[in-house]
């Protein structure tokens, strides 16, 4: 069989499996008790087993299997959960993910895990931890323990209480079937169909499901309320066939413990007329869950990223020369031709929204990583963080996601370490030793707006001032006059870091200028508020496709200009009388701000060909807090283009970020407002 056609839909697979164990793994680490949550891990690993082996990279399967034996001794309760086996889980899970990495780049997909494969063995024979064993014994014990004794809510405990006034007794009763059984849910069922023949079922210990899906060793607890003797009760379970053991016990309800979770298992029981209940509601919520995504599974293909490039780029020229007809209808005046270029142009229009859309791809992509990144590094840092994911299903273009993985890691890395303090810290501020992390993505018009939010020590002002001014970064007489939001923004100069000392998280100074050069690359801004004391929040504002723009075109000489509409406050005409100069710069009032002019002819030395005019044609823009006026000749008007790069000849062009082709087969420069105003 030829495997190469499969190679992509093995590695996208495998990505997602790994992903799954990364995410369920973190909630196992809340929910130690859950075993719904180990069986998700579980059937996560055996796919991922199957597939790799199938394929041939047996280096994988090999590591998977070594892996699903330790899931499925917690399974079956041989071993218990504790952050120390979570870590060598975790490990595996690293290695599998750097072999899938390998085969998609290419390689064979050989790793050496000697080391992870030792610590899984070391685990699954119960030698890794000392303390796994007293757990081991303690859990043991625990077990004992609640299948000697069951715990009800206070609606089963009624119940009981009212039988016991109509004649019938309580008995607890625990079944042991041979270990040689092999039709465990078969015998479960006809245990409960001879007991419900001689009274009524409250409770079974493990829950009904788990009974019939043979989750449980070899024992098992039930509940009933009969008038039935013992003996009797126990003759008749024992003609059942491969029951090796019956113990039915008599108790009376005033002895028995109230189980926690009273209010949500209450209306359960009332809905069945007294029929087998889970333990507690949690669980059971926890076991719908896969089942509801199951029906809502919609239909989709893998299409190749490339293909949908290709399509974009296809498109694109199709933009231009729908422009171009534009342009021609104009000149012509032709009705018949001015009504098919208007319907084309509505037709392209709704392409183009199908077009993007299909780019689109939901921040969830690159926020997954994160939980399993903070786990790790909180566990460095000796803190206690939780981390709070918003709005994962917003959508981004691809191209937009694919760059903004890195600077989000390094705004979280920071926060971990510089934002949130240790608890030791926390609790002396008379804050909660846990520390909250809020990663939240929105849309909002034609931008999308990521924050990431803790609530932590905030930016030290005094600290950034003094450090900013030692660096030389700013001077004594720019310090005075910046505002809260400005100083806070320094922390964004490149080199810039008030770590007390280097560590291998932070402190080098090289993580927030990536991330302010990064994020305007897309054509975004980053904002910075920050309370001393209160934490920070770090505002990332991104447009939500790099491909087709709205622009305002305008005339420089015989050169045509776009300027990108999301950088334009407004225009104006301003006289030249009212120009002046001030530190050596051109300025002008503007509605009581004083906004220096930058002459875009003089910028990008454009040929002069015609006398100036009396009047200044500007056009505003903004970058953050800062604003500036352009100079140009004239405004011709607002439309859709297509930004082409420059190529890797014009990679270093100052203040242009590429070029469009106009309808009249023009090439207009588009201008980088953000590297004109720096």
């Known amino acids: 069989m030829e495997m190469s056609q499969y190679l992509e839909v093995f590695i996208e697979e495998s990505k997602e499996h790994l992903q799954t164990c990364n995410e369920q793994l973190l909630e196992l680490e809340k929910n130690p008790e859950n075993l ?10 055996h796919t991922l087993k199957g597939m790799s082996a199938t394929m041939g990279y ?5 590591l998977t299997h070594q892996m699903e034996n330790v899931l499925d001794a917690i399974r079956n309760e041989k071993i218990s959960v504790s952050p120390e086996v979570l870590d060598v889980i975790f490990l595996a899970v690293d290695d599998l993910e750097a072999m899938v990495e390998s085969i998609a780049s290419g390689g064979d997909g050989k790793r050496n895990v000697e080391e992870v494969v030792k610590k899984l063995a070391a685990i699954e024979n119960g030698e890794a931890f000392v303390e796994t064993g007293a757990e081991e014994a303690a859990a043991a014990v625990v077990e004992e323990k609640a299948l000697t004794q069951n715990s009800y809510d206070e609606f089963e405990i009624t119940v009981m209480q009212q039988s016991k006034e109509q004649g019938f007794n309580a008995y607890e009763i625990e079944v042991s079937l041979s270990a040689s059984c092999l039709l465990k849910a078969a015998r479960v069922f006809m245990i409960f169909e001879a007991l419900e023949s001689l009274g009524e079922v409250i409770k079974s210990n493990p829950a009904v499901e788990e009974l019939e899906e043979e989750k449980f060793e070899n024992s098992f607890m039930v509940t009933i309320v009969s008038k039935e003797e013992p003996s009797q009760i126990e003759a008749k379970i024992m003609k059942v066939s491969e029951v090796e053991k019956v113990v039915v016990k008599e108790f009376a309800a005033s002895e028995v413990t ?3 979770e009273v209010t949500e298992t209450a209306p359960a029981v009332q809905e069945t007329a007294v029929a087998a209940v889970t333990p507690s509601a949690a669980p059971k919520k926890e076991e719908e869950k896969p089942a509801a995504v199951a029906k809502q599974s919609s239909k989709t293909i893998r299409v190749n990223i490339e293909r949908l490039d290709i399509l974009m780029n296809l498109f694109e020229e199709l933009v231009i020369d729908r422009g171009r007809l534009d342009q021609i209808s104009q000149d012509l005046q032709v009705q018949e031709l001015h009504e098919t270029v208007e319907r084309m142009s509505r037709i392209t229009g709704d392409l183009q929204n199908i077009i993007l859309n299909m780019r689109m791809v939901p921040v969830e992509t690159v926020f997954n990583r994160f939980p399993r ?5 909180a566990r460095d840092l000796n803190k206690k963080i939780n981390l709070e994911i918003i709005g994962a299903d917003t959508e981004l273009d691809r191209t937009v996601i694919d760059e903004i993985g890195d600077p989000l890691v390094h705004l979280i890395r920071n926060a971990l370490d510089h934002g949130v303090e240790s608890p030791e810290v926390r609790r002396a501020n008379n804050k909660n030793e846990e520390g909250t992390v809020v990663l939240r993505a929105y849309h909002s018009g034609n931008h999308v707006f990521i924050e990431l939010e803790d609530d932590g020590a905030g930016i030290n002002k005094e600290k950034v001032l003094q450090k900013a001014l030692s660096k030389g970064i700013i001077t004594q007489e720019t310090a005075n006059s910046l505002t809260d939001s400005q100083i806070a923004e320094l922390i964004l100069a490149s080199g810039f870091s008030t770590a007390d000392k280097i560590s291998d998280i932070s402190g080098r100074g090289v993580g927030l ?9 897309l ?20 447009p939500l496709t790099l491909s087709i723009i709205s622009v305002m075109l305008v005339e420089i000489q015989q050169e045509k200009y776009a300027i990108p509409l999301s950088s334009i406050i407004e225009t104006a005409i301003v006289n030249k009388n009212d120009v002046m100069q001030a530190h050596n710069q051109t300025v002008i009032d503007f509605r009581g701000k004083v906004v220096p002019l930058l002459f875009l002819k003089d910028i990008f030395e454009v040929p002069v060909t015609k006398e100036e005019e009396e009047f200044y044609s500007v056009v505003i823009v903004r970058k953050g807090e800062k604003l500036a006026g352009f100079v140009v000749d004239s405004f011709i008007g607002q439309q859709e283009v297509v930004l082409k790069s420059l190529g890797n000849y014009l990679t270093n062009a100052f203040a242009i970020s590429g070029a469009t082709i106009l309808g009249d087969g023009q090439v207009a420069l588009i201008v980088d407002c953000n590297a004109l105003i720096k």
């Open 513 to 521: 200028d990536v991330v302010k050069s990064t994020i305007e690359s």
């Open 36 to 45: 719904q949550i180990v069986n998700e891990i579980f059937r996560s690993a």
């Open 58 to 62: 047996e280096d994988l399967a090999s």
């Open 258 to 260: 109230v189980a926690e």
């Open 523 to 542: 054509g975004g801004t980053i904002t910075i508020e920050s309370q001393e004391g209160k934490g920070s929040l770090f505002s990332i504002q991104l």
């Open 373 to 377: 990144m903070v786990r790790q590094l």
